[in-house]
């Protein structure tokens, strides 16, 4: 089976504070995404990664970063926490045009 | 680019009704369609998927969709559901070319009631 792993199910940082999220995945899948999941809005794009050190913004980039730097690691940065992003983040990996597999999610609170 | 627009927030039906939750696409090159459900307190999972062949696709658990290109859309419906089927459903597309992402919709919330 797929296995996606997310390093926490729950974290509390403080306003300000640099934060990584990590996800590492294990079938050698060339894509991963980073998305975030708030009521009422569905799934929207962070970042996603189709290879190696290689990056694309997705909706909503603005306040974080990414890393790329094996292919089965991919990390999202939050540069300088804020309280609107509180949220649950949720990592994926998947081959091209093929089903995505998730990860169980991080609970994100900024305080 | 593309994008889903799922047309009901939520859908409120009864026991061994019939469910139909819409979902519409809009891309400029060949697509590929999924379904995932999210049970409560729990993870993504997919729930059934068009890659090509036949336009109507199941799942195990009796949920069907229909890709339909001249409507662009691709809704799921069960002829009977069940207490159990009340989750959040989402759609998504994607496409073979390298470099583009999965793009889910806003989700539907099912309620089974009794």
């Known amino acids: 089976d797929v296995k996606v792993t997310q390093s926490s199910r729950y974290l509390v940082k403080r306003t300000g504070e640099k934060v990584f999220l990590e996800c590492v995945q294990d079938?050698?899948?060339?894509?991963m995404f980073w998305y975030r999941q708030d009521p009422g809005l569905g799934l929207r794009l962070i970042y996603f990664s189709y290879d190696v050190k290689m990056k694309e913004k997705g909706d909503i980039p603005e306040g974080y970063s990414v890393s790329r730097e094996k292919k089965e690691r991919f990390s999202l940065i939050l540069e300088s926490a804020s309280t609107n992003q509180t949220s649950m983040y949720l990592c994926?990996?998947?081959?091209?045009?093929?089903?995505?597999?998730f990860g169980q999610g991080t609970r994100l609170t900024v305080v | 680019a593309q994008s889903v627009t799922q047309l009901d927030s939520q859908v409120p039906v009864f026991e061994e009704a019939p469910v139909e939750l819409r979902c519409n696409y809009s891309s400029s090159v060949s697509v590929y369609l999924f379904w995932y459900v999210q049970y409560p307190n729990q993870g993504l999972q997919l729930l059934l998927k068009?890659?090509?062949?036949?336009?109507l696709v199941e799942s195990i658990n009796g949920f069907e969709a229909e890709f339909n290109k001249s409507q662009t859309s691709f809704h799921l419906r069960k002829p009977s559901v069940h207490i159990s089927d009340t989750a959040e459903y989402f759609c998504a597309v994607s496409s073979n070319q390298a470099g583009t992402a999965l793009i889910f919709g806003k989700g539907t919330t099912l309620s089974v009631s009794s």
């Open positions: 994926a990996s998947s081959v091209q045009k093929y089903e995505a597999f």
């Open positions: 079938m050698d899948h060339e894509n």
């Open positions: 068009y890659l090509s062949g036949s336009t």
